[in-house]
């Protein structure tokens, strides 16, 4: 028993030497001011105890060699700390824990406030606060948890995106559920940028989702511009080129809204969008539109940026932070006619893989940051592909494990996959 208890404590770094892979080195401090930045030096912390680790040591205990290496690789690289439950004490000890855990190896940590009120319109993911005010007390404790230190805070996936008033024709009928999370995440806002060191990106979906100007609106109804910016393609599969490109619409909309010419001001839904044309007839969006997210059109909105926006100071501009943590093989597409209703292809997709590499350094003026914000390996629910009465994913010939548990098949699977292809962080 005493020895089990050993192994179980393994690190990566550890796994790394066993398995004839090379340590990764100590993380060099950061020099990032005491303000609110994120330079391109930051490096990222590192969990010695999360799934991947604990993986490595049980696949080496059965001695697949071949799987612990695989995950002692994964577990040397940053990914993203979930908080999503718990009374304010719990959050505020467990955050406090993580910080100077992080402090002591010199390196950021990136936690993701994740328990918004009706949390994921009640599907896979539900959960959240029971109330507004449960959830303001929730984020105080979170906020205060945070402390001086120096973190990444990634605020709530989805909230945004997927509105109460978004849950269907009778979710929100008076508006009041939706009025409340847009105060609530404002009120988040202001708890989390009172700490003096910590970074701060309000989540805005993904490019297969909403409209440019409508996602900006909303950004700026909950008070984005408090912010260093919004995150993109959490827990989500799109290619980090198609992240870039759609949130650098998005900054511009932004700016076009709220800093460019008198006449623009207020009318981010003015901007063309993703699925813009100005050759297509107009389906009921803004503008004219065409049905699906092709970036075959893409030509189009930008050109309508160049002509209507044209070439905004940086300095004026939204800065944003993008989950690549299964962005390497892009998005799924089933084969045609295999499913009759939604494929879901957000959820559990088969054939991908980890993307680009946790790093503060992108070379893209807009973005700061590529993250593992989603923990790579842990499941997206159990998905059906819109089977009537289905309970296994055709996928994978199995139930999928519930949303957030992990999932070492497939977690070997996106490591198979990655692209660049995975080898130990070094850094």
Known sequence: MRILLHRSVLTASTLALVLGGTAPASAEPSTAPASHTLPANSRFYVDPAGDAAHQAVTDLLHHDFEGAKSMAELASWPEAAWFTDGTPAQVESRVRSLVRRAELTRTVPVLVAYNIPL???SQYSSGGAQSDTEYRAWIDAFARGLGRSKAVV????DGLANLPSDCGPDSDPTGTLTSGRLADLDHAIDALE???????YLDAGNSHWRGVGDISQRLIQAGVGRTQGFSLNVSNYLGTDLGTHYGTWVSQCLWFATKGPDWAKGHPDWCAGQYYSPTAPNDGQPGNSVNVDDPATWHWTDEWFQQNVGTPPVQ???HLVVDTSRSGQGAWTPPVGKYAGDPQTWCNAPGRGIGDRPTADTGVPLVDAYLWIKTV?????QCNRSIPGGTIDPEYGVVDPPAGAWWPEQAKSLVRNANPALGFNLH
Do not use: K, Y
């Open 119 to 121: 949390r994921d319109c």
């Open 154 to 157: 990634v605020l709530e996936p």
């Open 194 to 200: 009172r700490q003096p060191n910590s970074v701060v």
């Open 316 to 318: 004026e501009l939204t």
């Open 377 to 381: 390996g842990q499941s997206d629910g």
